[in-house]
């Protein structure tokens, strides 16, 4: 089965982007989709947003030094995640994943359509 990931950019629509590695994205793409080292964040969706068993949690992926490095505030994915959109704690792109155990993998095509249309 084909998988897709969520990119949620600071500034403009989010998107679904086809894994490139089987389930998963590999690294180096996360990174580069992010700008740098991955944090994961929790979101607000419950597990059974993925619609599949063995779904743990669903969890934003951003760049652990975003502040740092003065990247824009994500209000959309703050929103996904629970938090105070003015705070600014959510900077940058950020990414929607799920989590199977240790592993990040992406969503059914139809899954990922449906959380885009339904939160972003």
């Not at 505030?73 to 155990?101: E, K, Q, W, Y």
């Amino acid at each position: 089965m084909e998988r897709y990931m969520i990119v949620i950019p600071a500034r403009n629509r989010a998107f679904t982007m086809k894994c490139d590695d089987g389930d998963s994205m590999k690294l180096e793409t996360l990174q580069k989709l992010v700008g740098g080292y991955l944090e994961t964040v929790p979101t607000v969706l419950a597990p059974e947003w993925a619609r599949e068993k063995g779904v743990d949690s669903i969890l934003l992926l951003v760049d652990e030094e975003g502040r740092m490095k003065g990247l824009k505030p994500n209000p959309t994915a703050a929103g996904m995640a629970g938090v105070d959109v003015n705070l600014g704690a959510l900077v940058g792109p950020a990414i929607v994943a799920a989590s199977r155990g240790d592993e990040l993998i992406g969503f059914a095509k139809p899954v990922a359509d449906t959380i885009c249309a339904e939160w972003l």
